[in-house]
Structure formats: C-alpha cells, structure tokens
Nanobody, 115 residues
C-alpha cells in the first residue's frame, strides 16, 4: 500500500501560521493532483487545497487568501502554508494524491487553533 508521509501539524494561536508537508514516493507514476482534505470531529471531510501538475491551484473559499499550496516537482513533495489561522481551521488534515491508477492518502496531521 502506498503511504504518503505527512507532517507539520500542531497547536497554534489564532492568527498564527503552520506549514504542512506531504511526500509521495518518487516511483509513483501518473500523478495528476496533490493536496489536502480536512475533517473536524462530527463533520464531513472537505477539500482544502489542491495543486495540479501544471501548477494551477484550487482552494476552499474559506481559506482563500490565507493558505498557499505549492509543490516540489522533483521530490514529489507538496506544502500547505497556512497563515492567519482561525479556530474554524481546527481539523485533521489529510494529504492526498490522485494518480492515473488510484487515490492515495496520508495518515493525517492534527491542526489545532486556539481562540
């Protein structure tokens, strides 16, 4: 089973910043898009941000202007820079990769924003 190595979560005060990272295996073929979903307890998992192989990005409306997703193409690493964090950003963040063959997930990293 392909595992995405995900890190960078933690506890931060409202208005602070965190940066998440997620690394896919270099051997993984046919990657189309990488990004993050997030899920708060009792809530549906929602797409937060995604980056396509041509560099185009997509964001949930609630994080536009605060979060920035980027990718190191050579290393298959994606980063999510999260600024001006709010309490409603608190969730487990799950990295994902969509490829020509399958969809893969990271183990999740907890982001907690105190108000």
């Amino acid at each position: 089973q392909v595992e995405l190595v995900e890190s960078g979560g933690g506890l931060v005060q409202a208005g602070g910043s965190l940066r998440l990272s997620c690394e896919a295996p270099r051997r993984l073929p046919g990657i189309k898009v990488m990004g993050w979903y997030r899920q708060a307890p009792g809530s549906q998992r929602e797409l937060v941000a995604a980056i396509y192989m041509n560099g185009d990005t997509k964001y949930e409306d609630a994080v536009k202007g605060r979060f920035t997703i980027s990718r190191d193409k050579t290393k298959n690493i994606v980063y999510l820079q999260m600024n001006s964090l709010k309490s409603e950003d608190t969730a487990v963040y799950y990295c994902f990769v969509d490829s020509a063959w399958n969809k893969y997930w990271g183990q999740g990293t907890q982001v907690t924003v105190s108000s």
